[in-house]
Every structure is written in structure tokens, then in C-alpha cells.
């Protein structure tokens, strides 16, 4: 048994699930997906990485209640960590018209950051990267020379994948849909320290 940690983006894992079943998986454990995907390994940090959503205020309350809820349930093992989105306004260069767009910042820094703090700490064996995203390629080359022993996975979101870190570290692998069905959180998780209860949106049901 070794012991992992596993960091995961949170956006390209929630694009990646939602185009995959919609709304379906959204309602997602990390920790026991984690357990599922390292059944030999004990699961000792699990960062999720995100952005609190910008002018939707429903969809606001909905990504609130998740993390709270990630957070109640698996206390000492998970930490959400939050990046930002900025608004951009974009215009079409055909028609003249404008509208605004919100991209995500900080998030691929932060897990970079991580995963360079984990390797020089070497207090676990294996990090498990759920993300397909091809810009982290440099850290997991520093953190490979930082610690030669770290092991590091790649696990793809559905729909997502990066031949570049696959030819990195081919022990990338995608993962499945039966995984995520069953990895989701109760439909209500209950604070053990402060009581409060959290349900799963109907929205996404």
C-alpha cells in the first residue's frame, strides 16, 4: 500500500462530465473516486481545484452547496482551493455585436504549485492528476526532477485527453463512466461538527 494524493481540475473534469451525461455526475465524492481509481493506496490529500461562479446567482448557490458539502464530508482529506474567472467582452468581428465571456485564471498555476510542493515534501508515493490539460507538461517534468521517485497519473475526464501527457507518462488512463456512477456523494451530506445539511440540487438530477 502507498499512500496518494490527488489533485483535480475542477473545471476541466466538470466540462468533461457534462458532456459525457449532463448533469448526472456532478454530485461527485473525489475522495472515493480516488479510492476507486487507487484501490491499493491509501488516499491522505485530495485538492480540488475551481473558481467561484461570476452573475448567476443559482448557479452560485449550487457550486456553494457542492463544495460545502465536499468539504463536510470528507473533513481532513479535502481542500478546495480557488482560483478566479474574469470577465472579457468579445465582439464578433462579422456582425459588430458584443457579449462577455468569463475565463478561468489561476487554476493551472495552483496546480502546478501543488504538485512541486508534494514533490519536494516526498511525504507520498504517487500523485494522482485528474486533468487532461497539456499545460501542466512542465510541472510534472520539475516535479519528476525534483523527486525521481513520485509517481505520477494522469486520469483524463470523459472527453478529455492530452496526447501530450500521455506521451509523458503513459500510465494516463480515462476515466470511466462507472467510476463516476459510483463515486457521488449521498443525496444529503450532514456536517458532523456543525450539523448542517446539504442536498443535492434537483438541478442536477
Known amino acids: 500500500m502507498g499512500r496518494t494524493a490527488v489533485l483535480v481540475d475542477g473545471f476541466n473534469l466538470y466540462h468533461g462530465m457534462k458532456k459525457q451525461r449532463g448533469r448526472r455526475y456532478l454530485w461527485l465524492d473525489h475522495v472515493e473516486l480516488a479510492s476507486r481509481l ?14 467561484p461562479v461570476l452573475d448567476d446567482a443559482d448557479a452560485a448557490d ?10 463536510a464530508h470528507n473533513p481532513g482529506v479535502l481542500t478546495v482551493v480557488k482560483g478566479r474567472y474574469q470577465r472579457k467582452r468579445m465582439r464578433c468581428r462579422t456582425c459588430g455585436a458584443d457579449w462577455i465571456s468569463y475565463e478561468e485564471k489561476e487554476t493551472d498555476v495552483n496546480i502546478a504549485v501543488a504538485l512541486m510542493e508534494i514533490a519536494a515534501a ?3 508515493d504517487a500523485v494522482l492528476v485528474v486533468s487532461a490539460d497539456s499545460d501542466l507538461c512542465p510541472a510534472v517534468r520539475s516535479a519528476r526532477r525534483v523527486n525521481p521517485q513520485l509517481t505520477i497519473v494522469p486520469a483524463f475526464p470523459p472527453h478529455r485527453r492530452s ?23 449521498p443525496s444529503v451530506v450532514r456536517d458532523s461538527v456543525t450539523g448542517a445539511k446539504y442536498v443535492r440540487p434537483t438541478y442536477w438530477q
Request: glycine fraction near 2%.
Open 62 to 71: 449550487r457550486q456553494r452547496t457542492y463544495l460545502e458539502a465536499l468539504e
Open 38 to 51: 487507487r484501490r491499493r493506496d491509501e488516499i491522505v490529500d485530495v485538492r480540488y481545484f475551481t473558481a
Open 163 to 185: 496526447g501530450e501527457l500521455s506521451a509523458l507518462l503513459p500510465s494516463a488512463f480515462t476515466i470511466s463512466e462507472t467510476k463516476l456512477r459510483q463515486s457521488q456523494l
Open 122 to 124: 516526498a511525504e507520498v
